[in-house]
């Protein structure tokens, strides 16, 4: 199914406060669970710097919207302008470091059976906090190949050097066919990685508790994953300071910024019995996540 974004959101009432402190029923459900899918978009990597796509553009690319420019047709038509925005995007993610939420997200699969990252992101941040085996859905701003024979592209070591505004930039040639270098990323209307959409869905239907953090939920197919959750039987918590899409797919919306919810939710779980922890012992190595 090729990527899309949905024409409008429907929203649901509020159901919890950022204030609140986390509900007791959402705590027991994470102290049992065994396994946990986290599902995360811009919105957890904002703390750390890296705007969302619903943030307007600044520098040169303020007269467009991140939607026009991640596009097949947009890199055709003015490739020095599409690969300048993915060389900034790329500096800003490496100049930036993961966030707390990143932190605890990689902290609470140490304590849980079976635990999946699946982002929206194509930032490598969770990686820098620690997680492990993150399914990627929109590929990576760190690959790129050629647009004619697929070849892939390696990036010379360091971090792009690019202006604060931005600029356009001349993308790479190929150097087996001098085809142009395209990002690595998945753009709207292409495909889904089949293996790693594959993963997402099967995780999400396995699972007994999903965590929807930072994302408005309005791209497909990205966006079904946590009523796939739902509909399986799993709980769905919600972490963001806006309502969204996935509202009606929630059992607990956390409003509120993921760098903080995290290590409150984190903190939670560190309240069981039998959790950790002392020399990197914890409940997921005993084979459950609490009592
Ligand atoms: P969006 O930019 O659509 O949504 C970001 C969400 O993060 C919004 O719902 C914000 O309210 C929320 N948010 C902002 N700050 C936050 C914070 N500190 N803590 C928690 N939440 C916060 O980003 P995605 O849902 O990831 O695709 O967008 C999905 C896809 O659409 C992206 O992967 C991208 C985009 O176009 C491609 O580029 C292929």
Redesign the pocket.
Known sequence: MP?A?AGMASFSGMNGNASESIPPDLILALRRAQRIVVF?????S??SGI?????ALTGLWERFD??DL?TPEAFVHDPELVWGWYEWRRMLVQRTQPNS?HRAIAELARRVPQFTVVT???DDLHERAGSTGVLH???SLQTARCIACGTAHVFAVGIPDEPEGGRRLRPPLCARCGGLIRPG????G?SLPEDVLAGAFAAARACDLLLA???????QP??RIPALARQAGARVVQ????P?ALDDDCTWSLR??????LPQLLASASMLPNAPVRGGQCAADQGRAGP
Do not use: K, Y
């Open positions: 990527l974004a995360t978009g811009a919105g957890v904002a703390e705007p969302t796509f619903r943030d991140a939607q991640a939420a929206q992101n194509v859905l929109h590929g990323v998945v753009w709207f292409e953090i930072g994302t408005s939920g309005l791209v990205a966006a972490v963001n300071p806006a969204t509120g910024a993921a760098g903080v919810i």
